[in-house]
């Protein structure tokens, strides 16, 4: 891999990552949502003064995140592991970039008439104002989450011999608190559904994971580089 295309693809990883950090801008913002029980997609509501930035922002995340993985892609010929794991910053990409062009219409945690129309987006959808609009973004962001539990998976198993300096350590905690992030918000979730009330702390939960994916994702090209090095010099070697 060429010297400027590793600099080039840490730096758009890098600047991708803290972007996609929306905490960092909810924080500018003095926290205008609940941190407990509302999500960070609600920072984009329509409804929201914070709605354009932060679809912009994030918008340019997910970009970056797509242009990541391009320069990322010599090192997806390495194995089928780093193929995947590239693919993974490609899923995540898109799915944020089409998650911000189908924003939700409002913000469920700040309107009870909002949240009752997202609890019953899926079979509101055809008839009901918003509801579309919410099972949409519902099925963009879940485009995303799969991205980063595949970044996550492929991370784990591209340092599962190679846990040597805080950098790898840090990579490996960061992709289980993604895993833990999906599986915890999924069960929430059911267990929601099935008593019938709004959950237990699924936003911060949220924000833990999302800020584990900044982390492994700022991560991921280092991470990538160490593990195709270490299998690319055998196979130089037995030439």
């Keep these: 891999m060429q010297p400027w295309r590793r600099v080039a693809a840490n730096v758009v990883m890098a600047v991708g ?3 996609y950090c929306t905490m ?3 924080a500018v913002y003095g926290f205008p949502l609940d941190l407990v029980d509302s999500t960070l997609s609600e920072l984009a509501a329509l409804d929201q003064p914070t709605s354009t ?3 912009s922002v994030d918008t340019v995340s997910g970009i970056l995140f797509i242009v990541g993985s391009f320069l990322l892609l010599p090192l997806a010929r390495r194995g089928r592991a780093a193929a995947v794991g590239v693919a993974g910053v490609l899923v995540l990409g898109i799915g944020t970039v089409m998650a911000d062009l189908s924003p939700l219409p409002c913000a469920p945690s700040l309107s009870e008439r ?3 129309i997202a609890e019953h987006a899926p079979e509101r959808a055809p008839e009901h104002e918003g509801a579309l609009e919410i099972v949409v973004h519902l099925a963009t962001s ?3 989450s799969i991205g980063s539990v595949i970044l996550a998976l492929t991370t784990l198993w591209l340092m599962r011999r190679a846990r040597r300096d805080t950098g790898d350590l840090v990579a490996v905690v ?3 608190t993604v895993l833990a992030g999906s599986v915890l918000m999924g069960a929430d979730t059911v267990l929601a559904s099935v008593r019938g009330d ?3 702390a699924m936003g911060l939960v949220q924000r ?3 800020l584990a994916v900044c982390v492994m994702a700022a991560l991921f090209p280092r991470v990538l580089l160490r593990a195709t090095g270490r299998t690319a010099a055998p196979n130089r070697a037995r030439r």
Excluded: H, K, T, Y
Aim: net charge negative.
């Design 17 to 19: 990552a803290i972007l």
């Design 198 to 200: 709004e959950g237990i």
């Design 142 to 144: 879940g485009a995303a």
């Design 114 to 116: 909002c949240q009752q």
């Design 174 to 176: 960061s992709s289980w």
């Design 53 to 55: 930035v932060a679809r």
């Design 208 to 210: 833990v994971g999302v």
């Design 24 to 26: 960092l801008l909810e």
